[in-house]
């Protein structure tokens, strides 16, 4: 059974840090690996998905990377500013049209 | 950008009332899922839906739940006789021949 954690569970930082949030997951034969953003009370905003074949992606300040072998993921926040504070959320699929395992998310909060 | 929709945003019922909660997937998508996230929990895996019956479903998805494509452009979501414990917030996902999975913005169900 996957089982995905995410670590830390909250983290908060000055406006302009750079950041990492991480992603673990038990079975390591994964489909694809997607990170999300929600917002309190909001819906899932994705942000990145990494293929299995693949080793990182980059979107604007997000970079995603993907170890397969070691079951891990990271998000990586360059330059953080107060309008990325949300819950970060890391999700994974094992097959194709397989459902997507969550983690628990990272609460992030940049401070002005 | 295609989007999933799903009504209401918001559902307030009774305990032992029956509920519905519809989706419209994008058009052309062939893979459904309902996840749901009870507040402050992790996102979880409800059932997944492809060929009009159901492919996968977890533990959650017993059977006071049901689903339905009943049109060819809605997916439903009913729980026929609420309890408290299912309050949260409900994702409906659609996924086509391509890799992502597409969520829609959630209906927050609160039963009284």
């Known amino acids: 059974k996957q089982e995905v954690t995410q670590i830390p569970a909250a983290l908060s930082v000055p406006e302009g840090e750079n950041l990492v949030l991480n992603c673990s997951f038990t079975d390591s034969a994964i489909y694809n690996l997607q990170w999300f953003r929600q917002d309190p009370g909001k819906g899932l905003t994705s942000l990145l998905l990494i293929q299995s074949s693949q080793r990182e992606q980059t979107s604007g300040r997000l970079n995603a990377s993907l170890d397969k072998s070691s079951g891990r993921s990271t998000l990586y926040i360059a330059a953080s500013q107060p309008g990325d504070s949300a819950t970060y959320l890391c999700?994974?699929?094992?097959?194709?049209?397989?459902?997507?395992?969550f983690g628990d998310g990272t609460t992030l909060t940049v401070k002005p | 950008e295609p989007e999933v929709t799903q009504t209401p945003s918001h559902q307030v019922t009774q305990m032992g009332q029956e509920v519905i909660l519809r989706c419209v997937p994008i058009s052309n998508h062939l893979y459904f899922y309902w996840y749901r996230q009870i507040l402050g929990q992790k996102v979880e895996f409800l059932v997944s839906f492809y060929n009009n019956e159901i492919s996968e479903k977890s533990e959650i998805f017993d059977d006071q739940f049901s689903v339905e494509r009943p049109d060819g452009s809605n997916f439903t979501l009913k729980i026929r006789s609420t309890k408290l414990e299912d309050s949260a917030m409900y994702f409906c996902?659609?996924?086509?021949?391509?890799?992502?999975?597409?969520f829609g913005p959630g209906t927050r169900l609160t039963v009284t």
């Open positions: 996902a659609s996924k086509g021949t391509y890799v992502l999975q597409y």
């Open positions: 999700a994974v699929r094992n097959t194709n049209a397989g459902k997507s395992t």
